[in-house]
C-alpha cells in the first residue's frame, strides 16, 4: 500500500508541478488531482496500522501502559522532528525566494509525526484506566471514536471555531490558516487529516484480534465489503437536502468525503492482501513492495526533482505527454535510489571502508 501511495504521491506532484496552462484545464488534470486526494490518507491509514502492530507486540510483552506509549510517542517525535528537518532543508534550497513562513508550514511528515504522539497518548489512555481483558476492544472503539469526532469536528474549526487566540505556527497544526489568516486545503493539520491516522489504528488492531487472525483471508474480503458499504452510505448522507453545517465543503471538510476515502482505504487493504497473497507479489520483483520499503526516502528527494531547485522539468510548461514522460522519468529514479538504499543498507561501514581506504582495499585484494 505504500508503494501504492508513492506511485499516485509522484503523478500527483508531477503533473501539477509541470503540466501547462492549457493542460490544467483538460479532465486527464482533473483526474490525476482526483487520485492524489488518496497519497496522504493511505501514509495516515498505515502510520496507524503500524503503530497498532507496535503497541500490540509491546503489550504482549507485559511491559505497563507508559512505557507502551513512550515507545509510540518517541518515534512520533522522531517522524516530527524528521517534518521540520525537511522543511530546514527546503528553506535552504529555495533561499532568496522562500519566505520565512515556510518554516511553519505543516507538511504530511509533520502531521504523520503528530498523529503517532496522540495515538501514542490515546493508546496510554486506554491502558491506564481498563482491564487486560477488554484492553483491545476498547482500542479499537477509542480510536474510531477519535476518527469519527476529528472528521466532525473539521468543518466548526475551518469555519465558526476557529482557534484565532492562538499563534499562527500552532494554530495551523489544527486548521491549517499558516499565516494566511484562513484554513489552507494544501496543507495538512490534524483536522481532518488525523482522522486517517486513528481510522489505521482502529483497523490495525482488528487485524490483532485472534479470531482475525485464524479467518485472515475472510476478514480482509469484509475489509473490502465494509468499504463498498461506507462509500454507498456516504453518497447517500451527502445526498440528503438537509445539512449537519451551515457551511459544507464536500471536498475538504466534509465527513462525507472522509467516510468516502476509509472506504477506498479498506477496498485497497482488500486488494493488497490478494495482491501479496494470491497475485504478482508473490511472483518475483514488486516495484510496489520496494518502493514501500523506502518511502520516506523516495518522498524526501522526489519533491526537489519535481518542485525544487533541482528540478527536471521547468514548472507549468510541458504538455500532457511531456509531463507523462517526466513521471515515467523520476518513478525510475525513484525505484533504482530504492533499490540503491535496500542494497546498502547495513553495509555503510563497509561503503566507507572502500571510499576512505582504496588503495589499502586493492592492495589487499
Same mark, same amino acid.
Given at each position: 500500500?505504500? +508503494? ?5 504521491? $509522484? %503523478? ?10 492549457? +493542460?490544467? &484545464?483538460?479532465?486527464? $488534470?482533473? /483526474?490525476?488531482?482526483? +487520485? ?6 493511505? @501514509? ?11 503497541? =500490540? &507486540? ?8 507508559? %512505557?507502551?506509549?513512550? *515507545? ?13 528537518? $525537511? ?19 505543516? =507538511?504530511?511528515?509533520?502531521?504523520? +509525526? ?58 495551523? /497544526? ?9 484554513? %489552507?486545503?494544501?496543507? @495538512? ?8 491516522? @486513528?481510522?489505521?489504528?482502529? *483497523?490495525? @488492531? ?21 468499504? *463498498? ?13 438537509? %445539512? ?62 519535481? /518542485? ?27 525505484? *533504482? ?12 561501514? =563497509? ?9 589499502? &582495499?586493492?592492495?589487499?585484494?
Amino acid at each position: 500500500m505504500r +508503494g501504492l501511495a508513492c506511485i499516485l504521491m $509522484f %503523478q500527483t506532484h508531477c503533473y501539477d508541478a509541470w503540466l501547462s496552462p492549457e +493542460g490544467r &484545464k483538460t479532465t486527464f $488534470f482533473m /483526474y490525476s488531482q482526483l +487520485g492524489g486526494t488518496l497519497p496522504a490518507p493511505l @501514509f495516515l491509514f498505515l502510520a496507524g496500522i503500524s503503530v497498532a502492530l507496535v503497541t =500490540d &507486540k509491546v503489550r504482549r510483552n507485559g511491559l505497563p501502559a507508559g %512505557q507502551i506509549a513512550r *515507545v509510540t510517542i518517541r518515534r512520533g517525535a522522531e517522524v516530527l522532528a524528521l517534518g521540520l528537518l $525537511f522543511r530546514v532543508q527546503e528553506f535552504l534550497i529555495a533561499w532568496g525566494w522562500a519566505p520565512w513562513s515556510d518554516l511553519f508550514r505543516v =507538511d504530511i511528515l509533520n502531521t504523520i +509525526g503528530v498523529s503517532m504522539m496522540l495515538m501514542g497518548l490515546v493508546c496510554w489512555m486506554v491502558f491506564a484506566t481498563g482491564r487486560n481483558d477488554v484492553n483491545r476492544f476498547r482500542l479499537e472503539a477509542s480510536a474510531t471514536a477519535v476518527a469519527v469526532a476529528i472528521s466532525l469536528l473539521t468543518p466548526l474549526l475551518w469555519t465558526t471555531w476557529r482557534p484565532n487566540w492562538l499563534a499562527w505556527p500552532i494554530q495551523s /497544526y489544527i486548521n491549517g490558516v499558516h499565516n494566511l489568516g484562513e484554513p %489552507q486545503t494544501w496543507l @495538512f493539520p490534524i483536522f481532518p487529516w488525523t482522522a486517517f491516522a @486513528f481510522a489505521g489504528l482502529a *483497523v490495525g @488492531f482488528l487485524l490483532q484480534e485472534d479470531w482475525a487472525r485464524l479467518h485472515e483471508g475472510a476478514i480482509f474480503l469484509f475489509a473490502g465489503i465494509s468499504g *463498498v458499504a461506507l462509500i454507498e452510505a456516504a453518497r447517500w448522507l451527502d445526498a440528503q437536502p438537509r %445539512q449537519l453545517y451551515a457551511v459544507y465543503d464536500f471536498w475538504h471538510t466534509s465527513p462525507n468525503f472522509f467516510l468516502i476515502r476509509v472506504g477506498l482505504l479498506l477496498i485497497i487493504l482488500s486488494a493488497g492482501y490478494a495482491w501479496c497473497r494470491w497475485g504478482p507479489g508473490i511472483w518475483g520483483f514488486s516495484p510496489l513492495i520496494q518502493l514501500g520499503q523506502t518511502s520516506l526516502l523516495v518522498y524526501w528527494v522526489h519533491i526537489e526533482f519535481v /518542485y525544487g531547485r533541482f528540478s527536471i522539468l521547468s514548472r507549468h510548461s510541458q504538455p500532457i505527454r511531456g509531463a507523462s514522460l517526466g513521471l515515467a522519468t523520476i518513478t525510475l529514479m525513484m525505484l *533504482v535510489l530504492s533499490l540503491v538504499r535496500t542494497k546498502l543498507k547495513g553495509h555503510g561501514a =563497509d561503503v566507507w571502508e572502500r571510499v576512505s581506504h582504496p588503495r589499502e &582495499k586493492s592492495t589487499v585484494t
